[in-house]
């Protein structure tokens, strides 16, 4: 007999016991017509701004074959020790840093991330600072198929105990 009817016979048992009980269960008290705002609340893509005198640029070659190897680093030159945590993101095949946007030129498909193809990734973090040279850097690998493409990639960390998103300039590539 498989675990499903049981589960079933047992939940089916438990209504008339429920409803024996006759504790009433305690109505909704109804929400004041001022207390909700008449426009709905969007969220500001600045709030989650880059730390301030910090930039990203995103190395990729401009011809290549697949696999192709990204490298971003990011620089704050001159300023206070920058710590980033990131982590590994589930819509990004389990990589930690940069994350990427890829879309094929003259189209709007987006090529990667496959939406739909999450994964269920362990919750590492990768801490690096720009200690000494002012910089940091991370790469990762992406397989494409052959076509014109522009990428576009960012680092999401975590700066100080604030969520921070620092954007690098898209790059073209060509994939033989």
């Known amino acids: 007999m498989s675990l499903r009817p049981l589960l079933l016979a047992a939940v089916l048992a438990l209504v008339p016991l429920a409803v024996a009980q006759g504790d009433p269960v305690p109505e909704l008290q109804p929400v004041p017509a001022g207390s909700l705002p008449a426009t709905p ?15 990203a640029t995103l190395d990729a070659p ?56 999450q994964r269920l990734c362990t919750q590492e973090i990768v801490t690096k600072s720009t200690a000494a040279t002012g ?17 576009e990639a960012w680092l999401p960390g975590v700066v100080e105990g604030a969520l921070v998103r620092v954007p690098a300039a898209p790059v073209r590539v060509s994939v033989k």
Do not use: W
């Open 62 to 117: 401009r011809m290549a074959r697949s696999p192709l190897t990204l490298s971003m680093t990011v620089q704050r030159p001159g300023g206070p020790v920058l710590v980033v945590a990131v982590r590994r993101d589930n819509a990004q095949n389990c990589a930690f840093a940069p994350l990427l946007r890829v879309v094929e030129v003259g189209t709007r498909r987006v090529v990667y991330p496959v939406a739909g193809r």
């Open 41 to 55: 609340v969007l969220l500001d893509r600045a709030a989650t701004p880059s730390p301030a005198g910090t930039t």
């Open 135 to 151: 910089r940091l850097s991370f790469s990762r690998e992406v397989t494409l198929p052959p076509g014109e493409y522009v990428i």
